[in-house]
């Protein structure tokens, strides 16, 4: 079984930074792509970013492409998604999540995390 925990929320300022930590335990972690979404209030989960088994290959959504950098540690197990220049629409509870190959598509995900909130203020 795949577990998936996010960390790393918080309330920030507009301009500001937070990095967000997702720990994987389960099967083989360096074998599996990795993905984060967000989901804001009244809105459906949508693609942030994704990275490939090796961390050589990445994709972002347009929103947050040159602000936003993911990451990953397999030897820690560990993904992580780097929030620069943050911006109020950035608010959401952001998810982390476990696919086979690098995909924009939520429903290729087979794991997901509890999730974790990020609050913009302006």
């Known amino acids: 079984q795949v577990q998936l925990v996010e960390s790393g929320g918080g309330l920030v300022q507009a301009g500001g930074s937070l990095r967000l930590s997702c720990a994987a335990s389960g099967r083989t972690f360096s074998t599996y792509a990795m993905g984060w979404f967000r989901q804001a209030p009244g809105k459906e989960r949508e693609f942030v970013a994704s990275?490939?088994?090796?961390?050589?290959?990445?994709i972002y959504a347009d929103s947050v492409k040159g602000r936003f950098t993911i990451s990953r540690d397999n030897g820690k197990k560990m993904v992580y998604l780097q929030m620069n220049s943050l911006k109020p629409e950035d608010t959401a509870v952001y998810y982390c999540?476990?696919?086979?190959?690098?995909?924009?598509?939520?429903?290729?995900?087979?794991?997901w995390g509890q999730g974790t909130q990020v609050t913009v203020s302006s």
């Open positions: 990275i490939d088994w090796s961390g050589s290959y990445t």
């Open positions: 999540a476990q696919t086979r190959m690098v995909t924009m598509i939520a429903h290729e995900y087979d794991y």
